[in-house]
């Protein structure tokens, strides 16, 4: 069974009763990772993102670095929204979890459940998506473009820089080798990770990439049982691949 951890943001949803919230979005990105996950790419986790749309938590994952065309979802993965969801942060009591999981057959047909609570099967690929009985879950699932802007040639020049002030010992560390950057070495790498290698403007390294995308818009009572503030993270499991620990 292989775990592939994404994601760990909090979200703040509006409470009943007319009270006043505010909603956060969030995302987080996770291209090309280590042999025995990049082996396995229909498992392989791009970027998980959470937003609110009304009443509604959206939870997007994107998977597949690079897709082809002919990409397809595994019949031997689970893709996994892991949420809890707390009345206070810190969390004064354990977390109430709620996954929300989807697994698809050798025909792409999805099953999705909501915990308990929701259910809904069949054809999730058109572009108006999947919407279950009770109308509080509805879901996309499919080939779509890479939403994630990544400057690989920025990023390329950023390790370079570190890489080399490290050898030649300008950029001191701490004991367990970790650069420490003082203010003005901290901004120009953060200027060179938005520009590209010689300054100029960026290049989108993901523009021409495609993912599978799992798109699931859910009625916020089914995830906020425990409190108005929930915590969303992605995981995929594969009984196809060994053990892996991944980034959070």
Known sequence: MRLRPALITLALLAGVGGAVGYSMSAFSADHADSPATTNDPVADINDVFTWMDGNNVVLAMTVYPNAPSTATFSNAVQYVFHTASTSTFPPATAPTPVDVIATFDTNQKISLWVGGADYVTGDASPTSGLTSADGKVKVFAGLRADPFFF???????????????????????????????????????????????????????????????????????????????????GGTYSTATAADAGGQ
Do not use: R
């Open 151 to 233: 400057n690989l040639d920025g990023f390329k020049a950023v390790v370079g820089a570190v890489d080399t002030a490290l050898a030649s010992g300008t950029i001191p560390t701490t004991d367990a080798g970790c650069p420490l950057l003082e203010a003005g070495t901290s901004a120009a790498l953060v200027n060179q990770l938005k520009t590209a290698a010689d300054g100029g403007t960026p290049v989108n390294h993901f523009a021409a990439f495609n993912g599978l995308a799992i798109v699931v818009s859910i009625d916020k009572t089914l995830l906020t049982k425990g409190g108005p503030i929930v915590s969303v993270w």
